[in-house]
């Protein structure tokens, strides 16, 4: 057999959206979390944040994933001709509560995370066309912090990357 070739598809945007790239990001990475329909999570619990948070039961009701901008600086573009790499780097986080327990729901709470990564890493996001691939980003697996707090808490960082022309 002979060697063979795969093209690299992506649509650079071109200026006038009316809608920000990030949140289209934000909402696309909700759709597709809630299609992976995790075990013990209600598909109205994924939702988008400005920061994760979970003070109240009636508003932030648990378990919950709440998808927000990363709070980290967008790392710089690197030259690409006319266009630019841009990340838009998305926290997603898993909080439930723990209920004084030291190994409830581990099994069930690992998975959760190993499909959301798996759902992401080095792939394109579907229905936005210029993100052509996403950058896991390393983070702890669990926030010793929150769990002082009995609250479980695990969160990742997915870089998403566009190609961007310069100016609008």
Known sequence: GGATTTAVNYTPITGGETTAVMSRVLTQVQTQIR???LVGIASANVVIKWI?????????????????????PEPMPQDLMNTDKVHYPVLISMIAAQNEDYDENVARNLLWRQKINREFRYRQLSGIPEIVHCLPMPKSQID????????WHSSMIMAFVSREVRGN
């Open 52 to 72: 994760p948070r979970a003070f109240d039961a009636t508003t932030d009701p648990l378990p919950c994933i709440m998808i927000t901008p990363a709070p980290m």
């Open 144 to 151: 010793p912090n929150w769990f002082q707090k009995n609250v």
């Open 35 to 37: 299609a992976l329909s």
